[in-house]
């Protein structure tokens, strides 16, 4: 295995290990774990658009002191993994479904360092849609934790039709490449400031991201291409018309969520057999990266989800 770069100092979390893994279609990735001695389990963190590994080596630690080790991806076309865009800045992929041969990635890398099963998912906004996937078309994991997942993209009813009507046709137009209007190729955390942020709450963790990425500036990424909101808005509408998988799930949403569709999330927990929805009282959409309490809630509810499930039945 092909070690990669890993920045301990950033990720507040020096267990970590990071290699290059090459997707089957040829796409280079980096996966990092973050080894744990006589761990219960492990969980594969899926993060959302725009991140990198070093960003959720806050929420390993946070796994690791309840007995659970980790490993997380840098999906394609983000953090140091091959970009598919001429401007690095801009989220792109060819298809959504795509995805799908990074996570197949991540658990032969899982399986290959011997990390102990079961296995359980926690999948970010993103992540979210892309694991939603992953669990359906039926990938072992013995559980599913979501965080403000991307099964909807927050857009004012008036935008919506415009949203797919552009997008669409920028195919044929030859635009598919081009920023989606009103966003940039600079990444959001860098450009927007605390003040009136959309992910946090927290000004400790929102400045840990600034620092993360001012200190390795080839881990940032701005706006998505219209293609990305093309794939994206297509795949969520598909994943809604898919009925749950049988599987123990709970979703964790942040009462001041702003980027994701809320009401695709409600309606996808309202038919989760077993599935539970726990709202996180101030939460905005990094609850990952919240004020402590809500950050102790979201893990401490996982951990009891995951240490539930060893002591049922066969």
Not at 48 to 65: I, L, N, S
Not at 96 to 114: E, I, M
């Amino acid at each position: 295995m092909a070690q990669a770069p890993y920045n301990a100092r950033t990720a507040r979390n020096a267990t970590g290990i990071a290699h290059w893994v090459t997707a089957v279609d040829g796409v280079r990735l980096r996966i990092a774990h973050w080894p744990l001695e006589a761990a219960r389990g492990t969980v594969l963190i899926f993060p959302g658009r725009t991140e990198y590994v070093e960003k959720y080596g806050p929420a390993a630690a946070d796994f690791a002191a309840r007995g659970y080790t980790a490993l997380a991806i840098d999906w394609r076309g983000q953090g140091l993994a091959d970009r598919l865009h001429d401007d690095p800045g801009v989220g792109h992929v060819a298809r959504f479904t795509d995805y799908q041969h990074d996570v197949r990635a991540a658990l032969d890398h899982a399986r290959a360092l011997g990390l102990p099963e079961p296995f359980h998912l926690l999948a970010h906004s993103m992540g979210g849609a892309i694991g939603l996937r992953a669990v359906m078309d039926g990938d072992p994991v013995a559980s599913a934790v979501f965080s403000a997942p991307m099964w909807g993209i927050s857009i004012a009813p008036p935008l919506r039709p415009l949203a797919w009507g552009l997008s669409a046709l920028s195919r044929p137009l030859g635009l598919s490449a081009a920023v989606v209007p009103g966003q940039e190729a600079e990444t959001y955390v860098l450009r927007a400031g605390f003040s009136g942020n959309t992910l946090t709450t927290d000004p400790e963790m929102f400045a840990l991201l600034a620092e993360q990425l001012q200190a390795d500036p080839a881990l940032g990424l701005g706006g998505p291409s219209l293609h990305w909101l093309n794939e994206a808005l297509g795949e969520t509408r598909a994943l809604s018309r898919r009925a749950s998988p049988d599987l123990p799930c709970l979703c964790f949403l942040g009462t001041r969520e702003q980027i994701v569709d809320t009401a695709r999330i409600r309606d996808r927990m309202a038919r989760w057999p077993g599935g539970e929805l726990v709202m996180l009282e101030g939460g905005k959409h990094e609850v990952i990266l919240e004020k402590p309490d809500l950050r102790n809630a979201l893990f401490d509810r996982s951990v009891a989800l995951f240490d539930d499930l060893r002591h049922r039945p066969a």
